[in-house]
């Protein structure tokens, strides 16, 4: 009996190159898709997390005001409120019952509340927005949109 041997065929071993290229374009299109989208959602999360601290920004000045009478002085700068809410360093504030908000050391720095992006919020007097005149304003200027108490 003889012994068949069969040859591998070289030339048919591997991958073409438009194979490999093919494949190459294949895995960058998913890598844009999944980085764009990833981008996208880190970005929607900063905008929530912003409108999300205003709500709490909100909802604690009106304890405030409740409690001594007024809301804190703003000037717009977003360094005027915010230890009004954690603390009453003056010791004199009439019917000061807070904290109203607790910061922790990350949220705050030197000049106020830090946002999403490392500004800080603003805080300053009602203004007129659309026929509509809000007892105070808080807003943050995110890296596309402007995102306030107003809207």
């Not at 890598?31 to 929607?44: D, Q």
């Amino acid at each position: 009996m003889k012994r068949r041997t069969i040859k591998k065929n070289n030339l048919l071993a591997g991958f073409t190159l438009i194979e490999m290229m093919f494949v190459i374009v294949i895995i960058g299109i998913l890598a844009s898709l999944m980085t764009t989208g990833a981008f996208r959602a880190i970005r929607e999360a900063r905008e929530e997390k912003a409108r999300v601290t205003i709500s709490a920004l909100e909802t604690a000045l009106e304890m405030y005001k409740l409690n001594v009478g007024s809301y804190p002085l703003g000037d717009g700068s977003g360094n005027s409120f915010w230890y009004y809410l954690q603390d009453d360093r003056s010791g004199d504030t009439t019917g000061w019952d807070g904290p109203y908000m607790s910061f922790s050391a990350g949220d705050i720095s030197g000049s106020g509340i830090n946002d999403p992006w490392g500004t800080i919020y603003k805080y300053g007097p009602g203004t007129d927005h659309s026929g509509t005149k809000n007892p105070f304003d808080i807003w943050v200027n995110g890296k596309m949109d402007e995102i306030n108490s107003w809207d």
